[in-house]
């Protein structure tokens, strides 16, 4: 069993619609989570950050934690074009600097 | 708003060849790390540096990797004989603090090996 699991898409929605984006993981020891948005052959971009379980918004992005179901949400409200890119959980342990451990990305496309 | 810089964008190299990937972390950033993606694959972590010295490497950062923090800015990766297989794009990444918090990524060197 991979350690993070994220489907790879692609996830094709119309522009203003909602985007669902969700990681799975196996390891209990994951205690922060992180979504990325990564455009074609540049470095990923940080966007949400959260430790505790429970919702957490930011404009239009909200990210879920469950940690009992081990189970991590992003959502985009009213979607555009420039949304269109892969998507990326990370997650890491508690311990000082722990290394981030990513899915396989989620390939978004809005289309106008 | 501070950005982690890395150079060259794209390099290519001769297998067996030396490489030097370099990175200028953000400012007053304590950890800093290397991570790689193969095109189409996911992000792997390969090796992470805090206070002068390796903290922690994965089964990929095998002895032709090398890390090194010259000057106190910038933060280097060196592959001493690079093989088809290094072909990748590399990140550098740095988090501010001990706690685990925000890791912010470089734009990443794409590094071609021939």
């Known amino acids: 069993q991979k350690e993070v699991e994220q489907d790879p898409g692609p996830l094709s929605v119309p522009e203003g619609a909602i985007v669902s984006l969700n990681c799975t993981y196996s390891?209990?020891?994951?205690?922060?989570f992180m979504w990325y948005r990564q455009y074609s052959r540049k470095g990923p971009e940080l966007l949400m950050y959260?430790?505790?379980?429970g919702n957490k918004e930011d404009g239009r992005f909200t990210a879920q934690v469950d940690k009992s179901s081990k189970y991590i949400s992003l959502f985009i409200r009213d979607s555009q074009p420039s949304d269109s890119a892969t998507y990326l959980c990370?997650?890491?342990?508690?311990?000082?600097?722990?290394?981030?451990?990513f899915g396989g990305g989620t390939r978004v496309l809005v289309k106008p | 708003e501070p950005e982690v810089t890395q150079t060259p964008s794209h390099q290519v190299t001769q297998m067996g060849q030396e490489v030097i990937l370099r990175c200028v972390p953000i400012?007053?950033?304590?950890?800093f790390y290397w991570y790689r993606q193969i095109l189409g694959q996911k992000v792997e972590f390969l090796v992470s540096?805090?206070?002068?010295?390796?903290?922690?490497k994965s089964e990929i950062f095998d002895d032709q990797f090398s890390v090194e923090r010259p000057d106190g800015s910038n933060f280097t990766l060196k592959i001493r004989s690079t093989k088809l297989e290094d072909s990748a794009m590399y990140f550098c990444?740095?988090?501010?603090?001990?706690?685990?918090?925000?890791?912010?990524f470089g734009q990443g060197t794409r590094l071609t090996v021939v």
């Open positions: 400012s007053n950033h304590l950890y």
């Open positions: 990370a997650m890491s342990g508690a311990a000082a600097g722990n290394k981030l451990t």
């Open positions: 390891n209990s020891a994951f205690q922060y």
């Open positions: 959260t430790y505790s379980s």
């Open positions: 540096f805090y206070n002068n010295e390796i903290s922690e």
């Open positions: 990444a740095s988090i501010p603090t001990e706690m685990n918090t925000e890791a912010f």
